[in-house]
């Protein structure tokens, strides 16, 4: 049987939670994708779309890691930065790329709202908020990204925001209207719900033991079956394995936390006036969100390169909390979990072909809700001879992530930018 879904509230406050089989004996197909996350889910489905028939093959369940973890919010980013970006492709390539995000944003709406997918509660906005008074920067950035892509992005001083947000930690922001925040949970499923009425056949408890992907014919082995077909993509994220070592290498496995409140719409309500999301400037930024209606406070932030106690990061999490709502001291914490998010030492998102017919798609960084929506629909558009655009990725390939010296690089790194977080805020 498959292993049960982590104790989260997603896995709490699921619509769907029919299981699905083991893979046995051997089975065809025109693709088999590794990973029943959401890269492995839309690259997947956007194949059955093509025509083709896909095996996706889950080692635990569906949206068993990261992609049923995560905040939930969605909105046109990487994580790696636009100047960083155009530093190694250029600029022209760079504004490509931002577009591919934005596309990504419409296209999560666009499957929601196709496929009726029940659960997925897409509320509008997100504030992205500054913990420093500064505003010259925020002005031009809004107005350049008007310029470059036509989304409009709206400023909010410090006033604005204490109408939204009963706190004094905020100086200036900006709120992103075509941003919205979802069940990420909820949604997934509902992709793979999809999926399978297209005809493709998704094996939970199903982890892939060993692969052969030279040659005209790909196999994956199971514990107790085998997948073959011409095609097998690799979408393992931050729960790769070493299955395939190039790509384990070129992965970090980087954990972040989230914690869930009570029931408590009065005391909520007397912090947050605002159905919207928040993002805070920091590096490893606070988000939180209002969820049913208003009646819970959902937190996540933090980050390590080794997955600690929830419970005990989760006192961290209240900590942010309280210093940013006082008068949040008394709502209660009912859930705390973590999960493990891939990154690459560039920062964005590997999405390319290892070798004829062998194709990966991974390291999402912390922003895959948007991003996986389109690189899985790039990816499948290659594999189905019907564009270019995986070339777009070309430039963020399989780069050697440091194994353990690039994990303390990492933890090192954090420690560095919350320090130069403490320092401008003061």
Same mark, same amino acid.
């Given at each position: 049987m498959p292993l049960p879904y982590p104790a989260t509230y997603y896995a709490q406050s699921l619509n769907d939670s029919a299981a699905r089989p083991a893979l046995r004996?051997? +089975?065809?197909?025109?693709?088999? @994708?590794?990973?029943? !996350?959401?890269?492995g889910l839309i690259t997947a489905l956007e194949l059955a779309k093509g025509g083709l028939k896909?095996?996706?093959?889950?080692?635990?369940? @569906?949206?068993?890691?990261?992609? !049923?973890?995560?905040?939930?919010? @969605?909105?046109?980013?990487?994580?790696?930065? &636009?100047? &960083?970006?155009?530093?190694r492709v250029g600029v022209p390539a760079?504004? &490509?790329l931002h577009k591919l995000t934005i596309e990504g944003v419409a296209r999560v709406r666009g499957y929601i709202d196709d496929l009726g997918i029940s659960g997925a509660d897409p509320i509008p906005g997100l504030l992205n908020l500054r913990r420093f008074d500064r505003s010259d920067d925020l002005h031009a950035y809004a107005a350049q990204f008007a310029d470059d892509f036509g989304y409009e992005l709206t400023y909010l001083n410090r006033a604005a925001i204490r109408e939204r947000l009963v706190s004094?930690?905020?100086?200036?922001?900006?709120? =992103?209207?075509?941003?919205f925040h979802i069940h990420p949970l909820n949604y997934l499923r509902g992709l793979a719900a +999809?999926? +399978?009425?297209? !005809?493709?056949?998704?094996y939970e408890g199903s982890a892939a033991g060993q692969v052969r992907f030279s040659g005209a014919e790909k196999s994956v082995k199971t514990a107790q079956g085998e997948a073959r077909a011409p095609r097998v993509v690799f979408a393992t994220g931050g729960y790769t394995g070493g299955l395939v070592p190039r790509l384990r290498r070129a992965v970090l496995p980087i954990a972040t936390y989230m914690m869930v409140s009570e029931v408590a719409p009065d005391l909520i309500a007397s912090a947050i006036r605002t159905r919207e999301a928040v993002l805070d400037d920091r590096r490893a930024s606070d988000y939180y969100r209002?969820? +049913?209606?208003?009646?819970?406070?959902?937190? !996540?932030?933090?980050?390590?390169?080794?997955?600690? =106690?929830?419970?005990?990061?989760?006192q961290e999490l209240r900590r942010e909390m309280i210093g940013a709502f006082p008068q949040l001291a008394g709502l209660k914490t009912e859930l705390s979990w973590s999960g493990q998010m891939g990154y690459a030492r560039h920062l964005m998102p590997q999405v390319g072909m290892m070798e004829p017919g062998a194709w990966h798609i991974t390291a999402f960084g912390g922003h895959g809700l948007n991003t996986t929506a389109v690189a899985g629909k790039v990816l499948a558009e290659a594999i189905l001879g019907e564009s270019d655009r995986l070339a777009m990725f070309a430039g963020f390939g399989l780069d050697w992530a440091g194994g353990p010296l690039g994990l303390a690089a990492a933890q090192a790194t954090y420690w560095k930018l919350q320090l130069q977080d403490w320092w401008r805020e003061r």
């Open positions: 004996g051997i +089975e065809q197909a025109d693709a088999i @994708v590794v990973g029943g !996350g959401l890269a896909p095996i996706v093959l889950e080692q635990h369940v @569906v949206g068993w890691g990261a992609s !049923g973890r995560n905040g939930g919010i @969605v909105s046109p980013a990487f994580a790696c930065g &636009a100047d &960083a970006i155009a530093a760079a504004r &490509a004094n930690r905020y100086y200036h922001g900006l709120v =992103d209207a075509q941003a +999809e999926l +399978e009425r297209l !005809g493709g056949r998704i209002v969820i +049913e209606g208003g009646n819970r406070l959902l937190w !996540g932030g933090r980050i390590t390169t080794r997955a600690a =106690d929830a419970a005990g990061v989760a």
